[in-house]
């Protein structure tokens, strides 16, 4: 066992805190230095060996961490809420910062009432939505007024395809977001 502070002894618990005894100090002994430089090359070992460890976990999570999760995908905001006759008309803008380009990208989404009854489901379509742009789309939800939505869900993406055909993962590229007094959710 090392032990760094003298055994107790008549000092005052003040003067056993304050400093390591001298025998730990460089140089204070013929022996001890040795003794601490080999207890702290010790330290100094076990220290490294667990932040290598470390990093070597972190480095190996981040890989898989980097393999699991899909790239960036497009954002899609529900702007607006207006009324249009005797429904309300939605506006979804929908931002594209990555570089795939989606010929189709189907919603299904669901419109709960202020009570979180669901209201309605629709499929809109926001595509095609290309590399790096932002895009507009309008729909509407006929017979239901805007004052009777209580939250937009994005349940599930309908259909997503890519100038190569189908994509795998769409809905978790997906992030919503909302400047209208409605949350939109996934």
């Known amino acids: 066992m090392c032990r760094w502070w003298p055994a107790p002894s008549a000092a005052s618990a003040e003067s056993r805190v ?8 460089a140089g204070a002994t013929a ?15 076990l220290v490294l060996a667990a932040a290598g460890l470390t990093a070597a976990a972190a480095s190996a999570a981040a890989a898989t961490l980097a ?19 005797g429904g309300c008309r939605l506006t979804l803008v929908v931002a594209n910062p990555g570089a795939q380009r989606f010929e189709q990208l189907k919603l299904d989404l669901v419109v709960f009432d202020a009570d979180g009854i669901v209201a309605r489901r629709l499929a809109v ?7 790096n742009k932002t ?3 309008l729909f509407e939800a006929a017979d239901l ?42």
């Open 18 to 25: 304050s400093r390591p005894p001298d025998r730990f100090i």
């Open 31 to 45: 022996g001890a230095p040795a003794v601490a430089r080999r207890v702290g090359a010790t330290a100094v070992v």
């Open 67 to 85: 393999a699991d999760t899909p790239s960036v995908g497009p954002t899609v905001e529900l702007n607006r809420l207006e009324a249009a006759g």
């Open 125 to 131: 379509e926001t595509g095609p939505v290309w590399p």
């Open 135 to 137: 895009v507009v789309r």
């Open 145 to 186: 007024p805007c004052a009777g939505i209580g939250r937009l869900l994005l349940n599930d993406v309908a259909a997503c395809i890519g100038e190569a055909g189908p994509l795998d993962g769409c809905l978790d590229r997906l992030a919503t977001a909302s400047r209208a007094a409605v949350p939109f959710d996934r």
